[in-house]
């Protein structure tokens, strides 16, 4: 009982700390791969509490609630945005033996399913804000999630064919290095399809800041929009974790992967965080017949032919 | 009266009063919610039944695909905020009388075919076995196995059926598209 209570707070923590360490990351890497400083004053040191600062001041902004819109489903979008993520974070293992808060059988399906709720927050709040600019947001997002999620299922079934398993503890287990050549595309449609799924730069446009104001968000503002920030970047930690557990094994390195490998999986993690970062500053945003184009032309006919792949080294192998 | 059979009936609850609902709501976004919560307990319902993988195929695909493809129907036609008015068909009591008759069907056969059976009798443990969790009957391995060898070929009729439906649905749009450019 007490292993169980003290490994949900463990949990919690990470959720915690996690999406403000990628947020100030990408304060602070933006910045400098635009040439500026970012936030420098917060905290003396290189302004590391930035985020905290913002978060009191969303705290202590007025809870505003548009006259026109559907009160209950407003107030209770960010958190279905917000609580899918946790619920992954829990079983995704971080190191071995055991290192994870909840070890699921079907744990792929249970992460990707899970995620796929998140999304429909988003939705729910482009609806109930009464706003044109939300709606259309709110549009936005659900033709992308319809068109991403497909390619993402296909590449998560692949390994999980390679690995004869759907628990994610077993197929970080399973994971040889030979699987980085053998997955790539796979692991490549992944990331892709989830960043889009995180409505991520290039992939922003049911946010769209220039035309559109924020989509879906337009209408928040206070706790509720630190929410949906918060939203996004436990989004940001949770692919990064899941790509890293599916496609890059996890807890295993070339050293040190034995109880201290979570270090591995956190480094990972870092790493993959910093491309998503990168990509948001290296690529303009893409229109939407260009997004669905991706979607539909390339990312589904790879993860088909990555699962093909799969199919047939898994039986010749085998 | 086990805990498990107290949150089966409570998730059983749950479902069928989403459900009632989402045919009675006036207001059609609201409906397609309530379709989510009843979609959640029918998977919960699952999870009970120690049917794992099932359950959350059921979240994968109908919460996050046929409620946001519902949901992305709604918004493009029509999506007023507040109560919508002519929601209602006018055929309640055929509607009534055909969802009993469905709900009657259904019961009737599905006690029929699995009156006998237990959660845990795993066909494929040995009779001494206390336990084999690896195969109990909700497990991925065991649903493979039974679709993929016993069950073959009602699953590939039903992926005919389905590839069927999708070309009908692209002939049918295709055919407006090219009789609206022959004009």
């Known amino acids: 009982m007490l292993e169980v209570v003290g490994r949900l707070a463990l949990v919690a923590a990470a959720f915690a700390v996690l999406p403000l360490l990628v947020g100030q990351a990408e304060h602070k890497v933006m910045a400098h791969m635009q040439g500026r400083l970012g936030p420098m004053y917060a905290g003396a040191f290189h302004g590391w509490a930035q985020l905290v600062a913002d978060g009191v001041k969303f705290a202590q902004k007025e809870d505003v609630v548009p006259a026109a819109a559907d009160r209950r489903i407003f107030k209770l979008a960010p958190a279905v945005a917000l609580v899918p993520y946790l ?5 995704i293992p971080v190191g071995p033996h055991g290192q994870v808060a909840l ?6 399906f249970f992460a990707l399913a899970v995620m796929g709720v998140g999304v429909i927050g988003a939705i729910m709040a482009g609806w109930a804000s009464a706003n044109k600019y939300s709606l259309l947001g709110g549009m936005r997002v659900t033709a992308q999630l319809m ?5 993402m299922v296909f590449s998560a079934a692949s390994v999980a064919m390679a690995a004869g398993t759907l628990s994610l503890s077993g197929i970080v287990e399973q994971w040889r290095w030979y699987w980085l050549p053998w997955q790539l595309v796979g692991g490549a449609v992944f990331f892709v399809a989830g960043l889009a799924e995180l409505r991520r730069p290039p992939f922003d446009m ?8 924020f989509g879906p968000y337009t209408e928040y503002g206070g706790l509720r929009f630190a929410l949906f920030l918060l939203a996004e970047y436990a989004g940001i930690v949770v692919l990064c974790g899941l790509t890293t557990v599916l496609f890059l094994g996890g807890w295993k390195g070339p050293f040190l992967d034995g109880p201290l490998g979570w270090l591995w999986t956190l480094v990972k993690v870092f790493a993959l965080a910093f491309a998503v970062i990168w990509f948001r500053v290296s690529y303009p945003r893409l229109r939407e017949d260009q997004l669905q184009r991706l979607a539909w032309a390339w990312l589904v006919p790879l993860s088909l032919a990555q699962l093909a792949l799969t199919g047939v080294l898994k039986v010749a192998l085998g | 009266m086990t805990g498990r059979d107290v949150v089966f009936a409570l998730l059983g609850v749950v479902a069928v009063g989403a459900g009632l609902l989402v045919v009675t709501t006036r207001q059609l976004v609201h409906a397609a919610l309530w379709l989510v919560v009843s979609f959640g307990a029918l998977a919960g319902c699952y999870l009970v039944l120690t049917a794992e993988f099932v359950a959350w195929v059921q979240v994968l695909i109908y919460v996050g695909a046929v409620v946001v493809l519902l949901l992305f129907g709604i918004m493009l036609t029509r ?3 507040g109560p919508s008015e002519g929601l209602d068909s006018g055929n309640r009591r055929a509607a009534l009388a055909v969802a009993a008759g469905t709900a009657a069907l259904l019961v009737t056969v599905l ?5 006998g059976t ?7 443990c040995p009779p001494d076995a206390t336990s084999c969790p690896a195969r109990a009957n909700g497990s991925a391995e065991h649903l493979g196995e039974a679709v993929f060898r016993t069950w073959v070929l009602p699953f590939e009729v ?4 389905l590839l069927a439906a999708l070309v009908g649905a692209i002939v049918l749009s295709r055919t407006g598209l090219a009789t609206r450019r022959d004009r």
């Open chain 2, 118 to 124: 237990r959660l845990n009798d795993a066909p494929h």
């Open chain 1, 103 to 108: 070890d699921l059988g079907p744990g792929v």
């Open chain 2, 111 to 115: 006690v029929m075919g699995f009156r």
């Open chain 2, 158 to 161: 039903l992926s005919v059926l």
């Open chain 1, 206 to 213: 049911p946010v769209a800041d220039s035309e559109i104001i």
């Open chain 2, 79 to 81: 999506a007023p905020v």
């Open chain 1, 87 to 91: 619920l992954v974070l829990l079983v």
């Open chain 1, 147 to 151: 068109s991403y999620e497909l390619p």
